[in-house]
């Protein structure tokens, strides 16, 4: 038998497989774990993270750096939840995220898009307002031009993570389309390749150095910005507390069921509103009433005309955002929560105006020493004359980009930009109104509020208020 060993077919050497560069796209505050998730998920898949959201938006410097590393990058990943970020351009509004992605798509640069499910994110991690909007139409644009993942949990974005790079990879290669990658050295690598390995190394030092310089500049911010909510009197003056005055008769609830039929008086030594008039007048009067408010809806514009009445004649309230020290803070949001039995309207107040088909009262001029005696509406529907608003001087207003949203009993104060030592007042048609219900009879407290900005530490505090009855 030959033993003699047969050859062997030699072995055929693996392809050499660079690893690809992903740059990393988030706001940062709201997805700081998330953010973390996916840099190591990309190291598991033996590829190359990077990403720079740490930079000022001063930083032109930075800018530089972020476009050459998105240049020397092979694919960019970019995750969306319910914050827009912060604001690259003061002017254009365009956040630091969208002008990556802008740039990333403009450039060519494969992008892999991540966008959180609206019912997984919470109320604390989503913008209102403006920002909101600017958010949508981000993800509108995103979602045009690309496949989208959707994700809800971090796990959930870890395991799309998983998946989604290596199965882009695989269809680029497949294509004959391949990123081009790194090699590591003495794999073949040209001294291109090696040139450009090396600016990266620098590059990426002088990040890390940056972004701890930044951190620390940060971390120090924070510690001394502080914040202030004050209530203005119609001068521009800050209250040491805040007054509510309430008239019973103003109250929407109160007005609304004091719609009754006429009686005559009994005992009075002056003449009520029925007195000037016969009693067979009277009865065909409330005839006329009972017959009117037997249709639901003359009901309800009767009562919607005593709730503006209402609302005309109840405490208005001008509040201000006060930076008591620290830089320019961006984004600055102030949640304002009044006691239960109040009721809020925020805007221009509504005109109220006497429906028309009402039905006319009766009037006689023979009693009072001959005296016409003419009764209003408002004597028999139970509800005050409004009392004057004084009007709010000019430079009350504020920027468009400042917004109050009212929601219950709560307020919500934003302003896009909060400069050192300033204070922005909302405007006149941004005012608080505010009507008290008579099963409330508050007489003082408090209204608790929390400001909040991504730049800074969460503050609290309270503004005292009294109520005055008459």
Same mark, same amino acid.
């Given at each position: 038998m030959d033993e003699t060993p047969k050859p062997t077919a030699p072995a055929v050497p693996r392809p050499i497989r660079p690893k690809y560069q992903v740059f990393v796209s988030s706001t940062f505050g709201d997805l700081e774990n998330e953010r973390k998730a996916v840099t190591w998920e990309i190291l598991k898949l033996g590829e190359i993270p990077t990403g720079m959201e740490n930079f000022s938006a001063e930083s032109d410097r930075g800018w530089r750096i972020i476009q050459k590393t998105i240049d020397r990058s092979d694919y960019y990943v970019l995750v969306l939840a319910g914050r827009y970020g912060s604001p690259f351009d003061s002017e254009t509004g365009v956040s630091w995220t969208e002008h990556e992605y802008d740039y990333a798509h403009e450039h060519n640069i494969p992008v892999i898009a991540f966008i959180r499910k609206d019912a997984a994110i919470t109320g604390d991690k989503m913008d209102t307002g403006k920002t909101a909007k600017r958010l949508q139409e981000f993800k509108a644009k995103v979602k045009s031009r690309h496949l989208v993942e959707w994700w809800d949990t971090e796990a959930d974005l870890r395991a799309r993570v998983a998946s989604a790079i290596p199965k882009r990879i695989r269809e680029d290669e497949d294509e004959g389309t391949p990123r081009p990658g790194?090699?590591?050295?003495?794999?073949?690598?040209?001294?291109?390749?090696?040139?450009?390995?090396?600016?990266?190394?620098?590059?990426?030092?002088?990040?890390?150095?940056?972004?701890?310089?930044?951190?620390?500049?940060?971390?120090?911010?924070?510690?001394?910005?502080?914040?202030?909510?004050?209530?203005?009197?119609?001068?521009?003056?800050?209250?040491?507390?805040?007054?509510?005055?309430?008239?019973?008769?103003?109250?929407?609830?109160?007005?609304?069921?004091?719609?009754?039929?006429?009686?005559?008086?009994?005992?009075?030594?002056?003449?009520?509103?029925?007195?000037?008039?016969? $009693? $067979?007048?009277?009865?065909?009067?409330?005839?006329?009433?009972?017959?009117?408010?037997?249709?639901?809806?003359?009901?309800?514009?009767?009562?919607?005309?005593?709730?503006?009445?209402?609302?005309?004649? $109840?405490?208005?309230?001008?509040?201000?955002?006060?930076?008591?020290?620290?830089?320019?803070?961006?984004?600055?949001?102030?949640?304002?929560?009044?006691?239960?039995?109040?009721?809020?309207?925020?805007?221009?107040?509504?005109?109220?105006?006497?429906?028309?088909?009402?039905?006319?009262?009766?009037?006689?001029?023979?009693?009072?020493?001959?005296?016409?005696?003419?009764?209003?509406?408002?004597?028999?529907?139970?509800?005050?004359?409004p009392r004057a608003v004084p009007p709010v001087a000019s430079f009350f207003h504020a920027p468009s980009s400042n917004t109050v949203y009212v929601d219950g009993t709560a307020v919500t104060l934003s302003a896009k930009k909060l400069q050192h030592a300033s204070r922005i007042v909302f405007s006149r048609s941004d005012d608080i109104v505010t009507v008290l219900t008579p099963q409330n009879q508050l007489h003082e407290g408090e209204l608790r509020y929390r400001i909040l900005s991504d730049e800074t530490k969460p503050q609290e505090g309270t503004i005292p208020f009294r109520i005055v009855y008459e």
């Open positions: 790194w090699y590591r050295g003495g794999q073949g690598a040209s001294p291109a390749v090696v040139e450009e390995m090396a600016h990266l190394l620098s590059d990426n030092r002088t990040l890390r150095e940056e972004n701890e310089r930044l951190k620390a500049l940060v971390a120090a911010v924070k510690e001394v910005t502080t914040f202030e909510v004050e209530v203005l009197d119609s001068e521009g003056n800050p209250l040491p507390e805040l007054t509510f005055k309430f008239v019973y008769q103003q109250d929407p609830q109160h007005a609304a069921g004091a719609f009754t039929p006429l009686e005559l008086s009994s005992g009075s030594t002056s003449p009520g509103p029925a007195d000037l008039m016969w $009693s $067979s007048q009277m009865v065909e009067f409330n005839q006329k009433i009972e017959k009117y408010l037997a249709t639901a809806e003359n009901a309800n514009r009767v009562r919607q005309y005593t709730q503006e009445v209402a609302l005309n004649g $109840s405490t208005r309230i001008i509040f201000a955002i006060r930076s008591a020290g620290g830089p320019t803070t961006n984004d600055v949001r102030c949640e304002i929560e009044f006691p239960e039995g109040f009721t809020l309207h925020c805007g221009e107040l509504p005109n109220p105006r006497l429906p028309h088909d009402l039905p006319e009262r009766p009037r006689r001029s023979e009693r009072g020493r001959g005296s016409t005696a003419v009764a209003t509406l408002l004597e028999y529907v139970g509800a005050a004359v």
